[in-house]
């Protein structure tokens, strides 16, 4: 049963990984620029859902778009293609999930957020933005979905901590923002809503290695990048996929 429920995540996260490219392609732009609506050369992106989902492959074209520089700011090539590491990493991410879980009802949650915050990641470390269209329902689904996982027989863990855990990491993250705003971005703050939903529903040690471990990753990528010069003291870089990071190493602490 568990090879089964972890091939079954595994898929889950394959399939649902070949669709996240196109949205992080049209989402990873500044925050005063229009979604894109367009290849990089300028044919219209169309499909379901008003062509939000589906491959990122342009019938007329493949080209690579550098969006523009920001100050202070290292930006990565957004490309509109079809990637192997994304449905990679996310059928991974799932995959562990499913097998730290066993078939417990949030291991559902977990599987239904994690395509979310493999967006969340890819969109962030291309253009150092986390979108309210994704973190804030992020965080309600977070709530909602822990919430019902909590009615059904067999849950490992308690929504009600779930809740306090949310508002916990949301709250440090706030107060972190508004003592250095140029080092932590409200983006974050909102992004710590959901984390911290998910990791409280474990409990208060589980929630606290989350983030720990968070802020563990980005300490070590940022002086990786400082000792190989590749960037200075106050080179900004994108926080949100080590806040992830760090919460899915907690998740299969805390599910274990």
Do not use: N
Request: with cysteine.
């Amino acid at each position: 049963m568990d090879a089964t429920l972890i091939a079954v995540a595994a898929t889950w996260g394959a399939l649902t990984g070949m669709l996240l490219p196109r949205a992080a392609y049209r989402l990873s732009v500044e925050p005063d620029e229009p979604w894109r609506d367009a290849c990089p050369s300028g044919h219209p992106i169309s499909g379901v859902a008003g062509g939000w989902f589906g491959s990122a492959r342009c019938a007329s074209c493949a080209v690579a778009v550098t969006p523009a520089a920001t100050p202070g700011v290292a930006t990565t090539s957004v490309r509109y293609r079809p990637s192997v590491a994304v449905p990679l990493v996310t059928a991974v991410a799932c995959a562990a999930l499913a097998a730290a879980t066993g078939a417990r009802p949030e291991l559902v949650v977990w599987v239904l957020l994690a395509p979310v915050a493999v967006l969340l990641t890819l969109v962030d470390r291309r253009v150092h933005r986390l979108p309210d269209q994704l973190t804030l329902p992020l965080a309600a689904a977070a709530a909602v979905l822990l919430g019902l996982a909590g009615l059904l027989p067999g849950a490992g863990g308690s929504w009600t901590t779930a809740l306090l855990g949310g508002l916990v990491l949301g709250s440090g993250y706030l107060t972190l923002f508004l003592i250095h705003p140029a080092g932590m971005g409200f983006g974050d703050v909102k992004l710590a809503l959901s984390l911290g939903t998910a990791l409280g529903w474990y409990g208060w040690p589980v929630l606290l290695a989350g983030a720990f471990a968070g802020f563990l990753l980005g300490s070590l990528y940022g002086l990786g990048l400082i000792a190989l010069r590749l960037a200075g003291r106050k080179t900004a870089i994108p926080f949100g996929p080590f806040m992830i990071a760090g919460t899915l190493a907690g998740l299969l602490l805390g599910a274990s």
